[in-house]
């Protein structure tokens, strides 16, 4: 095993907290049913780069969204994906610290990525890769191959971690070694049986 690639939503993150989800309802002036079905109908479209942050945050509003507004909407986003799992952070960081390869694959567009990319713990990660700005998502396993090209890696020596079991199978499908993401600490014991 030469690289361990991380997702980063609800592997590194917390899950987007509703209050946070909750204020940007109220933010885009809906209802945060409407908010919620309109925020994850179009985020993978979001995700894929084939909208802007003015297409996404309007078809959100379901009104045009641009300006203050937008740049609010945007930060408020970041911000919601931007609190840490303590306990994965911190095997992140004995990870890095004793010199393991690791690497990052997130589905995120490239506002919240640039986002993401001055948090410290991420930051930390040498090679990161998001699917805005690759024209790919998870789990389509022509951007698992894409990654372990840009890192001159085999797939097969690639363990990749995602909450997600389509991603993880997606991984799979290209060659990787899938671990399915549940905890801190089944990760650590996963990652040390593999070592």
Same mark, same amino acid.
């Given at each position: ?5 991380? =997702? ?15 204020? #940007? ?94 948090? *410290? ?12 700005? #690759?024209?790919?998502?998870? *789990? =389509? ?12 890696? =085999? ?6 971690? =995602? ?12 060659? #990787? ?19």
């Amino acid at each position: 095993m030469n690289w361990i690639l991380l =997702d980063y939503g609800n592997v590194l993150s917390l899950a987007q907290p509703a209050a946070d989800a909750e204020a #940007m309802a109220r933010a885009a002036g809906v209802g945060p049913a409407v908010f919620d079905q309109r925020y994850w109908q179009h985020r993978l479209a979001f995700d894929a780069g084939s909208l802007t942050p003015a297409d996404y945050w309007s078809l959100v509003a379901g009104r045009p969204v641009t300006g203050a507004e937008l740049d609010g909407l945007i930060a408020m986003d970041v911000a919601s994906w931007a609190h840490p799992d303590e306990g994965t952070v911190a095997l992140l960081d004995e990870l890095l610290t004793g010199g393991r390869d690791v690497a990052l694959l997130s589905n995120a567009p490239a506002c919240v990525a640039d986002g993401l990319d001055e948090l *410290p713990w991420i930051a930390a990660i040498p090679r990161r890769f998001y699917s805005a700005r #690759m024209g790919l998502v998870k *789990p =389509d396993r022509k951007i698992y191959e894409e990654v372990a090209r840009e890192l001159g890696a =085999d797939p097969a020596d690639v363990v990749f971690v =995602d909450d997600r079991p389509e991603n993880v199978a997606g991984a799979e499908a290209a060659g #990787m070694t899938g671990v399915h993401h549940t905890g801190a600490e089944a990760l650590r014991e996963a990652l040390r049986r593999r070592h």
